[in-house]
Structure formats: C-alpha cells, structure tokens
C-alpha cells in the first residue's frame, strides 16, 4: 500500500514547485500522488536483484559534438516566446537578491 | 580558560571550461556578449531540443581530473538535477551525480613549512545558469541567457583545510594547475572560478564535525579569507550562547563584511535527481586517457625544479616566473632564442612585474611577444644600447610590442660609439664647467658625476656612462 502523503509533505513539495495551493487543491494533489505512488508500487512486486540499473534502452555511447560556434544570434527567436521584455532581456517578478 | 575551537573547511569550486560552444549546444561562450544573442531552443529550455555533448567539455574534464590525481570514472552519465528558478529554463539542470567523471584526487598544498594534501572527493561536469539582473525602477528581473549552457566542473573538495591560508593555498594550486591545462582563465571577478565554503566548527580535540553552513558570492581571494574568518567566529559566537548553528546557505556581503542567511538547504532527494534521458553514456578508454596524459604540459613544480638546474635561476625567482603559464612559456622562448636565461628572467623580475602592478594587469594579460623580449636582451648585451635605453625601450614593448631593433633604429638610440664625436662633447663640457673641474681635481668625487651627468645630457643618453666616466678621468689627470 502506498505511504499515505501527509499535510507536511504536500506542503513541502509546493514550496519545492514554488506553488501556492488552496485547500482543495491540496487535497487533491494528495489524492493524485498517492495513486501514484500506488502504481509505482506495482513495480516491487518484481524482483530486480542482481539486475543492473538501466538508464538507457539503446546501446548507443559516446555521441560528441566538435567544439565548433555553428549558431548565429538567436535572441528573437528566443525572446518571441517571452511574455514580457525589457532591454533585450525576459522579464520576471522579482527574484530574491 | 576559554575553549579552543578547530575550523573545518571544504570547498566546492565552479570552473567555467574554456571551451568555445556551450556543453550541448553550437552557441557560442563568448564573454560580454549583448544579451540573449547566444541562445537557441537547447540553451533555453525549448521542448522537443536534443542536447549534444562538445567532446572538448570531457577532454579538459579528464585531464584537470588526472591533473589532480583523481580516478576517472571510465563509464560516466549526466543526470538531471530538477529545481525551479528563472535563470534555469529547463526547470532542470544537466549535471553529474551517480557517476561523476573524477573521484578521490588530492593536490599538495605548502603553507609557511608544512605540506599536506587535499583530498578532492569527486568532480563532475555540468551546465551553468543564466544570469539574472534585478531591476530596481520596475521591482521586476531581467534575464540574459548567455550564460545558460557554458561548461562548468564542479570540484568537491572532502574537508581537509583548517584555515583560510589553507583554503587560498589550495585554491590557488587548482587555478595553476588548470591554467596550465588551458582549461580555464580562473578568474574570480569575472566569475570564470567560483567558490563557495563549507565552514564548521568544534572544540579543538574533537573528532566530530559540527554542523557546517554554506557561504556564497567571494569574488577575491580577500573575500573568502574575510568570509572565513566571519564565519568561524559566528559559530563560535553560537555555540559559546549555548545556541546551536543552523545549516543553511549564506550570502557574503563584501561592502559590509557581513553574510545572511539565503534559504535552508534542500536536500539532495529535494533535486530528484534521475537519469538524463537525452544523452548516451560516456565511456573512456584506457587508450583515451593516455592520449590525455600524454597532452599534459609541464607543471609548474617541474618547471621550477627544472629552471634552477637547467638555468641556475633562484627558487623564489622560478615561483614567480612560473606562476602564469603565459609567463612561464616567454621566459622559455625568449631564452632560447637569446641564450641568456638569467637577462630574460631579470626583465620578467623587475621591469614585468613593476609594469604589470603600475597598470593593474595580470601576467595572463602580457601583450609583448618572446621574440621582442629576446631581441632587447641582445641589443642590451653586445652594448649597441645602454641600460637607460634599455629601459625606456622595454617599456614600448610592453605597451605596444614594438620591435625593438626597429625602435632603436628609428629613434636613433644606438649608444655612440664615435670617440671623436664623444671627445668633442667632452671637451665642450670640460670648457663650460670650469667650476666642477676645479672641484673635482681638489679631491670633490661628486663634482666628477656632475660632469656625466652633462655629458650624457649632450649625447641625448646615448653615450655609455662607463665610457665618459673613464674618459673623462683620463682627460682631467
């Protein structure tokens, strides 16, 4: 059975998510990391001793790239998806500092 | 009595790689860019972009760790480290933490008379952050995603330093070291070296640590011995209250000599580290690492022990000489074209260094070619010029690498060497200075170096004083 989500937890994983979550959508995401954590647990009822860590399917390794400058100026592009600008920079709340 | 307390240092030190792309990307690192002009899809986080490893971040990876006596880790991965910030615009970092490329190294550090090693933990590649700019008229950040993707090493060190002497020792070290390889500038204003300083306390005689905080934001060397030194005495404070120190991570403030608490760390589960998906991994072979050991240049205790066999130059001079690479590889050249070790070693010594400290530059920063070097050591020693020339030539050099035969020759500065023409102006200058001559064949020595003086100002400085001191001797027997 999965580890019930206490109110601290869910608590600390908004403040990691920087999100601000009213009552019921507390609840909620509760309800949802725990069918989570549910269907993850049907994964221990294999047994993976002695099995290598996996982290890739593809037997494919070192794949480089020279150290050759090939990109040109790529601001509009990169600031057309900004919601705000100012001085060719993407502007955002406050930040601490 | 009052307790003894020991300080316990460890460090964790950025380098940025000087590589010309970023890690996983064709952008280019360039320094000072307008902003947000070396961006893409990859550098800024896009959906659907694929990172591509620069080879280059791996070869100066490998080599800084076989530079430091680690064990290279021949199957090595990335992993994404995951946090929320807007200079972060994955909402992820690619970093190492499973299988860092470099584990238990250590450097030797000196400190007055006492050696030790420093035990480096382990090492790993990553990609830096954007910066962010706080603007105060809007109460709002700006964001440039230059830097976003530069290489980065990170260096753990375990903690083995007990105080700030300490630390800069083996800081500075790490920075020859990777100067050496050419794998970074190192410089600390510039943020190219990064450290941030793990600092606790506990009673002398103890064996367990006391709990360490984090200290951010040194950009000097002075920054980081006062961090230090503020730190150790804030715990001290604590514990001496009966308080207890919290971990958490600091921002040093240089202006006021002071540091405040940024945030509580996270902890390591916090990042929810996993695999990188998006990159293969890296294996390096035995054949690989010999390749990037037999690259390695010459290090700097080689160099030092190898200047005062090869060309009898004094230990501290070696140190010095050898403190930049750049430095270094002048001296080298220089004497070999000129064959005189000792006359290039003196110009670095003396004239160098005096220029570099009245101009505030770095030894990294010296403009003037060997070749030019050589070339006034030469004219200097077979006396075609006279040391005051010497000196006022030099510093053409060093401003703007002149060519000192052409210089010489353009300027007319070629030391007189035309007895007649020197015997005519000694002869004026015996004739307008009555006084002086009768002073000095009454015995007055000075009146003599009054006579130089005329003679040398006549011969707009070309003259060689030697020459018109024993002339003039002669003359007034």
Same mark, same amino acid.
């Given at each position: 059975?999965?580890?019930?989500?206490?109110?601290?937890?869910?608590?600390? *994983?908004?403040?990691?998510?920087?999100?601000?979550?009213?009552?019921?959508?507390?609840?909620?995401?509760?309800?949802?990391?725990?069918?989570?954590?549910?269907?993850?647990?049907?994964?221990?009822?294999?047994?993976?001793?002695?099995?290598?860590?996996?982290?890739? *399917?593809?037997? *494919?390794?070192? *794949?480089?790239?020279?150290?050759?400058?090939?990109?040109?100026?790529?601001?509009?592009?990169?600031?057309?998806?900004?919601?705000?600008?100012?001085?060719?920079?993407?502007?955002?709340?406050?930040?601490?500092? | 009595?009052?307790?003894?307390?020991?300080?316990? #240092?460890?460090?964790?030190?950025?380098?940025?790689?000087?590589?010309?792309?970023?890690?996983?990307?064709?952008?280019?690192?360039?320094?000072?860019?307008?902003?947000?002009?070396?961006?893409? =899809?990859?550098?800024?986080?896009?959906?659907?972009?694929?990172?591509?490893?620069?080879?280059?971040?791996? @070869?100066?990876?490998?080599?800084?760790?076989?530079?430091?006596?680690?064990?290279?880790?021949?199957?090595?991965?990335?992993?994404?480290?995951?946090?929320?910030?807007?200079?972060? =615009?994955?909402?992820?970092?690619?970093?190492?933490?499973?299988?860092?490329?470099?584990?238990?190294?250590?450097?030797?550090?000196?400190?007055?008379?006492?050696?030790?090693?420093?035990?480096i933990h382990e090492m790993h590649m990553e990609e830096d952050a954007g910066k962010l700019v706080h603007d105060e008229w809007d109460d709002t950040s700006l964001i440039d995603y230059n830097r976003s993707g530069v290489p980065l090493v990170e260096i753990v060190s375990e903690?083995?330093?007990?105080?700030?002497?300490?630390?800069?020792?083996?800081?500075?070290? $790490?920075?020859?070291?990777?100067?050496?390889?050419?794998?970074?500038?190192?410089?600390?204003?510039?943020?190219?070296?990064?450290?941030?300083?793990?600092?606790?306390?506990?009673?002398?005689?103890?064996?367990?640590?006391?709990?360490?905080?984090?200290?951010?934001?040194?950009?000097?060397?002075?920054? #980081?011995?006062?961090?230090?030194?503020?730190?150790?005495?804030?715990?001290?404070?604590?514990?001496?209250?009966?308080?207890?120190?919290?971990?958490?991570?600091?921002?040093?403030?240089?202006?006021?000599?002071?540091?405040?608490?940024?945030?509580?760390?996270?902890?390591?589960?916090?990042?929810?580290?996993?695999?990188? =998906?998006?990159?293969?991994?890296?294996?390096?072979?035995?054949?690989?690492?010999?390749?990037?050991?037999?690259?390695?240049?010459?290090?700097?205790?080689?160099?030092?022990?190898?200047?005062?066999?090869?060309?009898?130059? =004094?230990?501290?001079?070696? @140190?010095?000489?050898?403190?930049?690479?750049?430095?270094?590889?002048?001296?080298?050249?220089?004497?070999?074209?000129?064959?005189?070790?000792?006359?290039?070693?003196?110009? $670095?010594?003396?004239?160098?260094?005096? $220029?570099?400290?009245?101009?505030?530059?770095?030894? @990294?920063? #010296?403009?003037?070619?060997?070749?030019?070097?050589?070339?006034?050591?030469?004219?200097?020693?077979?006396?075609?010029?006279?040391?005051?020339?010497?000196?006022?030539?030099? @510093?053409?050099?060093?401003?703007?690498?002149?060519?000192?035969?052409?210089?010489?020759?353009?300027?007319?500065?070629?030391?007189?060497?035309?007895?007649?023409?020197?015997?005519?102006?000694?002869?004026?200058?015996?004739?307008?200075?009555?006084?002086?001559?009768?002073?000095?064949?009454?015995?007055?020595?000075?009146?003599?170096?009054?006579?130089?003086?005329?003679?040398?100002?006549?011969?707009?400085?070309?003259?060689?004083?030697?020459?018109?001191?024993?002339?003039?001797?002669?003359? $007034?027997?």
């Amino acid at each position: 059975m999965a580890n019930k989500i206490s109110d601290e937890t869910i608590e600390y *994983v908004g403040i990691l998510a920087k999100l601000e979550l009213s009552g019921q959508e507390k609840e909620d995401a509760k309800a949802d990391m725990e069918k989570m954590l549910d269907y993850i647990d049907t994964l221990n009822e294999l047994d993976t001793d002695g099995i290598e860590p996996m982290s890739h *399917v593809f037997p *494919v390794q070192n *794949v480089f790239r020279e150290d050759i400058v090939r990109n040109g100026d790529g601001r509009e592009d990169t600031l057309a998806n900004a919601p705000l600008t100012k001085d060719h920079c993407l502007k955002v709340p406050r930040t601490i500092g | 009595m009052a307790k003894q307390y020991e300080t316990v #240092i460890g460090l964790e030190v950025h380098v940025e790689l000087a590589t010309k792309t970023k890690i996983f990307c064709s952008c280019s690192t360039e320094f000072g860019s307008a902003p947000n002009t070396h961006t893409c =899809p990859v550098c800024t986080g896009m959906p659907g972009s694929l990172p591509v490893l620069n080879k280059q971040v791996v @070869e100066y990876a490998a080599a800084i760790g076989l530079a430091t006596n680690c064990q290279i880790t021949q199957v090595c991965k990335f992993d994404r480290k995951n946090y929320f910030y807007p200079d972060n =615009p994955q909402n992820y970092q690619i970093s190492q933490l499973y299988l860092p490329i470099a584990r238990n190294g250590y450097v030797e550090i000196e400190v007055g008379d006492m050696k030790k090693n420093v035990r480096i933990h382990e090492m790993h590649m990553e990609e830096d952050a954007g910066k962010l700019v706080h603007d105060e008229w809007d109460d709002t950040s700006l964001i440039d995603y230059n830097r976003s993707g530069v290489p980065l090493v990170e260096i753990v060190s375990e903690p083995d330093m007990r105080s700030a002497d300490e630390v800069i020792a083996y800081l500075e070290k $790490l920075r020859t070291i990777i100067q050496y390889l050419g794998a970074s500038d190192c410089k600390l204003q510039e943020g190219s070296m990064r450290v941030d300083v793990n600092l606790s306390v506990r009673e002398a005689g103890t064996e367990k640590f006391g709990t360490r905080t984090e200290t951010k934001n040194l950009n000097s060397f002075k920054a #980081i011995t006062r961090a230090i030194e503020h730190e150790r005495e804030r715990q001290i404070e604590l514990l001496e209250e009966g308080k207890t120190v919290t971990q958490d991570t600091r921002r040093w403030d240089d202006n006021k000599e002071t540091s405040y608490a940024m945030r509580s760390k996270e902890d390591a589960q916090d990042y929810r580290y996993f695999p990188e =998906p998006d990159l293969v991994p890296i294996v390096i072979s035995d054949e690989w690492i010999a390749e990037i050991k037999a690259r390695q240049p010459e290090f700097r205790s080689g160099k030092i022990e190898r200047y005062k066999k090869e060309f009898d130059i =004094p230990q501290y001079d070696a @140190e010095i000489i050898t403190n930049s690479r750049h430095m270094a590889d002048i001296f080298e050249k220089a004497s070999s074209i000129c064959g005189k070790p000792k006359k290039v070693s003196n110009w $670095l010594m003396v004239e160098t260094m005096r $220029l570099l400290k009245e101009h505030g530059m770095e030894p @990294e920063e #010296i403009t003037f070619s060997p070749e030019n070097l050589a070339k006034l050591v030469m004219l200097s020693e077979s006396g075609t010029i006279n040391s005051s020339v010497a000196k006022e030539v030099f @510093e053409k050099i060093f401003e703007n690498n002149v060519d000192p035969d052409k210089y010489v020759e353009e300027n007319g500065l070629k030391t007189v060497n035309d007895e007649g023409e020197l015997q005519k102006v000694l002869e004026k200058v015996i004739a307008e200075n009555p006084q002086a001559v009768v002073d000095y064949k009454g015995g007055k020595e000075k009146a003599l170096g009054a006579l130089v003086g005329q003679t040398m100002k006549a011969m707009k400085g070309k003259a060689n004083p030697g020459m018109v001191n024993q002339k003039l001797r002669e003359m $007034l027997k």
